[in-house]
């Protein structure tokens, strides 16, 4: 296992750190990725590249300086995202598209960068971390939701597409934790004169409150350090509390309008 070489995309804070950390831990080499170096000039639990998934130079630079030192690329961990909240009526399109070339278009160019080289060792691990909000549409999250259920089934899509090469793709879909990505999401502006004022300021509360008492992102590593041991792992792993996960059951086995119903009262809608 300590010969494997990973990338964690987004490996400054947060979950990918807590990812990027436990697996040096435990012997493998790790590259993390962020946008921008200097921002971490005192960062030292593993090495740290500049890359924006937005721009297809950035990838290619990290991944060829990689390749160049370590001769081989054995896992990609997509983890870098945002968030985003807001009536869907309401939300800039420029906000919109910010989220999809982060959270679904940046992800496809790491794959699409990585792939040749995974080809070329006859195997290879991409892990695409997505989240529980991706396989529901969550009021007031919809533009998130839809970003992170869009690469949530293109994993789905890519893992047939790849396999005869011995290429494995899995999908880990984290419920909430405690990171700070509540601190770089964007949020629309609660209007005066908006229809939803009330209702999307109570959501804002409950999303936020949510994030404050999540659990701690090591749980996540933990599962990233055990799909690496499996020749075959899940396509969907869902990692977060007892309900959480169960929420995923339900959607299976009840109504839809049942399941929209317990949303709902969620929150508070």
């Known amino acids: 296992m300590h010969h494997k070489v990973v990338l964690i995309t987004g490996g400054s804070s947060g979950i990918g750190r807590a990812i990027g950390t436990h697996l040096t831990q435990k012997g493998l080499t790790v590259y993390g990725t962020t946008r921008n170096k200097a921002k971490h000039p005192d960062f030292s639990d593993f090495q740290l590249l500049e890359l924006d998934v937005r721009e297809p130079k950035t990838i290619t630079k990290a991944i060829d300086l990689v390749i160049e ?12 995202g945002v968030g985003i909240t807001g009536p869907v009526e309401e939300t800039p399109k420029t906000e919109i598209d910010n989220v999809f070339e982060i959270n679904f278009h940046g992800p496809v160019r790491m794959i699409n960068a990585v792939l040749p080289q995974m080809r070329k060792q006859n195997g290879g691990l991409i892990i695409n971390i997505t989240s529980i909000a991706g396989f529901m549409g969550l009021p007031y999250r919809g533009y998130y939701s839809a970003s992170k259920g869009a690469l949530s089934i293109l994993t789905e899509a890519l893992r047939m597409e790849v396999k005869s090469f011995g290429v494995a793709i899995t999908n880990i879909a984290p419920g909430d934790f405690a990171t700070n990505i509540a601190a770089g999401r964007y949020h629309a502006p609660v209007l005066d004169d908006s229809p ?20 701690d992102p090591k749980d996540v590593a933990e599962q990233v350090y055990k799909i690496l041991q499996k020749p075959h792992p899940k396509v969907h792993v869902p990692v977060g509390t007892f309900l959480q996960k169960f929420s995923l059951r339900l959607k299976k086995i009840l109504p839809d309008k049942v399941y929209e119903k317990l949303l709902l009262n969620h929150y508070k809608l």
Do not use: F, P, Q, W
């Open 196 to 215: 939803y004022k009330t209702s999307y300021a109570n959501s804002l509360a409950t999303i936020d409150e949510h994030v404050d008492d999540g659990e």
């Open 69 to 80: 030192k370590e001769g081989r690329l054995d896992v990609l961990i997509n983890n870098a």
